[in-house]
Structure formats: C-alpha cells, structure tokens
C-alpha cells in the first residue's frame, strides 16, 4: 500500500523549509558545482516509450489509460519505493456527459531533501486525430505528444534510484491534458489544474517546475517557450546554455518561441511555481504550428529520434546534479 501521509510529510517540509530561505534570484540562481553527472541512456527511454505504446491509446476511459496507469505506478515504484508513489485520483466531466476517471501520478526521490524541484509531463492521449485527414474520431498513439516526455521522465528515475540527485526531485504525471477540443481550453490541462488547485500538501513550493512535452520526434526544434521566458527566464537560459555547451544548440535554438498554452502555465499561475516548458514547436510569430505528426495518426514510434531524447535528457541531468547550487 502507497504510504501518502509520508509522501505528504516530505512534500510538507518542501514548503517549511523554501517558504523560510531562499529568495527568487536565490532559488533560480546556478552555477557549475563540479559534481559527477550519470549518462543518460537513450535506449532506455526508447523503450519507455515502446512499453507506453504497447497498451495503445491511453486517452481517459479507455483500456489503455487503466493499464497505463498501473505500468507506470509500478515502475516508478520500483525506482522510487512504493511509499513514495502516489496516484491522485479524480474526475472531470467529459463531453458526453460521462465522467472521466484520471489520476496525477507523483514520484518523490531524495525524500530527505527538504530543498526540492518539480519535473513533469502528461501521460495521457489525445482521444481524436482532429488534424489527420482520416479516421479523426479515432484517438492516436501519441509516441512523441506524451510519451516521450514520459520516458525520458521515467529514464530519470531510473537514474535518481542508482544516484541520488543532490536536490530532493519529484517528478508528476499529469493525466487529461490533451482530452479538450481546439479552441475550447476550458477542457485541456484538467490534470495539472485538479494538481493546482488540489495540491496534495497546500503551499507546495518547490524552487522550480520543467515540463517536458514533445521531447523525442525527428528533426526537433526547441524554441525558448514564450510564457517561460515569462515565468522563468533565468531558467530558460541557463538550460539553453547548458545545452549550448553539450553540443545540443540546433536542438536548443537561441530563438524565443511561441506563448504556448500548457501545463506549465497553469502550474505558475495558480502556485506561482516558477515553471518553463521544453516543447517542440515553430518559433515563427505569426505561426504557432507544431510538428506535423501532432495530433494524427503518424504521431507513432517511427517518429522517435533517440538523438532528440538523448540531447533533452543530458541537459536536463546537468542542470539538475551539476548547475543546481543546494547548500551542504
């Protein structure tokens, strides 16, 4: 049985201790700390993605969201202990009048931590291909619009199991983020606002939130993200920069995007949590298209580069074990 008062007490101390200390500049300041970084596998958030994609479709309702649900319980579980692992459950109405049966998925790692970071994605499917020219009530694999973000979330705790970060890192799952019809986002994002606006302890505070979405299709583009130059800019540069330095920069374009409506803004104006989204997307101004595999039926595993995995993965583990500066 998941151990929640535990997890809450952890989540709790979160708030004490960042609600007492550290100011904004302080919490988002980083330099290089000098601290051993372990390699991400891109094979292995390959096959995260592989496993996802084995249950099918996993939009809210379907037999693929339920199994889903339990496949990624149970591996976070077996990376972070059970009694770290929670499933906030809820419901939303659908469009049908039915109602929908999600779940927040969280993951706590380095629970002694009081000083902590947020890593998220969302984990479920867009139930119709609306920009596909067939079948467009036909909901889609969603290899890089969801399950990317997922593995390489999920190739981290596979990592933080075997080197603890030296940050407390809780990583979140959001569910129904992708269920709403284009043009009406009052039914996109229902995961990350039940989060918000439930949160499983009040006053959650952690220094800073990233959000990965779209981060594993061929020939990707990273723009700096409108709302997260916003929100966070300090942020966006220093992971821009970091992925400057790796090698990463026709990934990591120097270019300020889009405003992009995603989970991260809901994060930051709801918690105030400073919160920048990674996703794929044009940085034209006059043109917020994605790629064009998004929300079809093409958006399945031939699209995944391991090389787009591997260059968010090493920069995001370099920000979090080397560019972080956590008091001894």
């Given at each position: 049985?998941?151990?929640?008062?535990?997890?809450?007490?952890?989540?709790?101390?979160?708030?004490?201790?960042?609600?007492?200390?550290?100011?904004?500049?302080?919490?988002?300041?980083?330099?290089?700390?000098?601290?051993?970084?372990?390699?991400?596998?891109?094979?292995?958030?390959?096959?995260?993605?592989?496993?996802?994609?084995?249950?099918?479709?996993?939009?809210?309702?379907?037999?693929?969201?339920?199994?889903?649900?339990?496949?990624?319980?149970?591996?976070?579980?077996?990376?972070?202990?059970?009694?770290?692992?929670?499933?906030?459950?809820?419901?939303?109405?659908?469009?049908?009048?039915?109602?929908?049966?999600?779940?927040?998925?969280?993951?706590?790692?380095?629970?002694?931590?009081?000083?902590?970071?947020?890593?998220?994605?969302?984990?479920?499917?867009?139930?119709?291909?609306?920009?596909?020219?067939?079948?467009?009530?036909?909901?889609?694999?969603?290899?890089?619009?969801?399950?990317?973000?997922?593995?390489?979330?999920?190739?981290?705790a596979?990592?933080?199991?075997?080197?603890?970060?030296?940050?407390?890192?809780?990583?979140?799952?959001?569910?129904?983020?992708?269920y709403?019809?284009?043009?009406?986002?009052?039914?996109?994002?229902?995961g990350?606002?039940?989060?918000?606006?439930?949160?499983?302890?009040?006053?959650?505070?952690?220094?800073?939130?990233?959000?990965?979405?779209?981060?594993?299709?061929q020939?990707?583009?990273f723009?700096?993200?409108?709302?997260?130059?916003?929100?966070?800019?300090?942020?966006?540069?220093?992971?821009?920069?970091?992925?400057?330095?790796?090698?990463?920069?026709?990934?990591?374009?120097?270019?300020i995007?889009?405003?992009?409506?995603?989970?991260?803004?809901?994060?930051?104006?709801i918690?105030?949590?400073?919160?920048?989204?990674?996703?794929?997307?044009?940085?034209?101004?006059?043109?917020?298209?994605?790629a064009?595999?998004?929300?079809?039926h093409?958006?399945?595993?031939?699209?995944?580069?391991?090389?787009?995995?591997?260059?968010?993965?090493?920069?995001?583990?370099?920000?979090?074990?080397?560019?972080?500066?956590?008091?001894?």
């Open positions: 049985m998941i151990n929640f008062r535990f997890l809450l007490l952890i989540l709790g101390a979160a708030f004490i201790f960042l609600s007492c200390s550290e100011g904004e500049e302080d919490r988002l300041n980083f330099k290089e700390q000098g601290r051993e970084v372990p390699e991400f596998n891109a094979d292995s958030a390959y096959h995260f993605i592989e496993r996802q994609l084995d249950f099918g479709p996993r939009n809210p309702n379907s037999k693929g969201h339920q199994q889903a649900k339990e496949y990624l319980l149970n591996t976070l579980q077996q990376y972070a202990g059970a009694r770290y692992v929670y499933a906030q459950n809820f419901t939303a109405k659908g469009y049908d009048g039915d109602t929908l049966s999600l779940s927040n998925i969280i993951a706590s790692f380095n629970p002694q931590s009081s000083d902590r970071i947020m890593l998220c994605a969302h984990w479920d499917t867009r139930p119709r291909a609306d920009k596909d020219s067939v079948n467009q009530d036909k909901p889609i694999l969603g290899a890089d619009d969801g399950a990317s973000g997922v593995a390489v979330l999920l190739e981290f596979r990592l933080f199991k075997e080197n603890p970060p030296p940050i407390g890192v809780d990583i979140v799952l959001f569910d129904g983020e992708d709403g019809k284009e043009g009406e986002l009052s039914k996109y994002f229902l990350s606002r039940y989060w918000a606006n439930n949160p499983p302890v009040a006053g959650y505070s952690p220094r800073f939130s990233i959000l990965l979405d779209m981060v594993g299709g020939n990707a583009r723009p700096k993200e409108g709302y997260s130059m916003q929100f966070a800019p300090a942020l966006v540069n220093e992971v821009w920069a970091i992925a400057d330095e790796k090698g990463f920069d026709e990934l990591f374009i120097p270019e995007g889009n405003k992009i409506s995603d989970d991260h803004v809901v994060i930051n104006r918690l105030g949590i400073p919160s920048i989204d990674i996703i794929r997307h044009n940085s034209s101004s006059t043109n917020s298209q994605f064009p595999y998004w929300h079809t093409n958006d399945n595993l031939s699209i995944i580069s391991k090389n787009t995995l591997n260059g968010v993965g090493e920069t995001v583990l370099e920000l979090i074990y080397n560019r972080v500066n956590v008091s001894d």
